[in-house]
């Protein structure tokens, strides 16, 4: 369960593409007064022709400062191209 006046739940969205697969949050750092989230994107090819809307939710303590994402993209390691 959630606590929502202790915490806040963060989205993190890979965007719409036939490509994106997976989103991961690696961490989530207190930088310059703000909270920053660094998130891996985790791209491959599609099997079939389709359209994904990867993304994940991360609760973290509740907080007043504006929160930054950072975004890193890898190919998946056993894809071929």
Known sequence: LI?????????????????????????ILLESNKIVVHSFVIV??????SFSYPFTLVAIDKTSLPI????????????PF
């Open 3 to 27: 606590d929502f006046d202790k915490q806040t739940m963060i989205a993190v969205f890979a965007g719409g593409s036939c490509v994106a697969t997976k989103v991961d949050v690696k961490t």
């Open 44 to 49: 491959s090819g599609c099997a079939l022709p």
């Open 68 to 79: 930054e994402f950072a975004f890193e993209s890898a190919k998946h390691p056993n894809e």
